[in-house]
């Protein structure tokens, strides 16, 4: 099966640094120095106590998904979107990839991989680990 097309994310100030670590293969997520709290989407302020004190780790690569949507319209390939819960504990959206999709599950235990996009940075997805 043929990967999809993922159209080029655009980084802003904000993200730049987690496309950057994402071109040289890395994932990254944030943890608030203040509170502890780990969170994803990467963003400037903490979500759970709006400190600024936000500071970039990087993430072992390993998750499990939490839920997941296979896409069969819409699309030249049928694809899968997820929500996986990565090991540090925030849970991202991505896409599954790599694998049967009819063989995806809920808890199933999935490692990190970056794919292409359409002239922009290599996006995280996830495959079956
Ligand atoms: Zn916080």
Known sequence: MADRKIPAPLPNLETKPYWEAAADGKLLYKKCSACGEPHFYPRA?????????????????DGVIYTYSVMRRGAPE?????YVTLAEGPTMMTN??????????????????????DGGPPVPCFAPA
């Open 78 to 82: 049928p694809y899968a979107i997820a």
């Open 96 to 117: 599954i990839v790599d694998c049967d999709l009819d063989g995806i599950r809920i808890g199933q235990k999935v490692k990190v991989v970056f794919k292409p996009s």
């Open 45 to 61: 302020n903490c979500p759970f106590c709006f400190s600024d004190r936000t500071a970039w780790q990087q993430a072992s690569g």
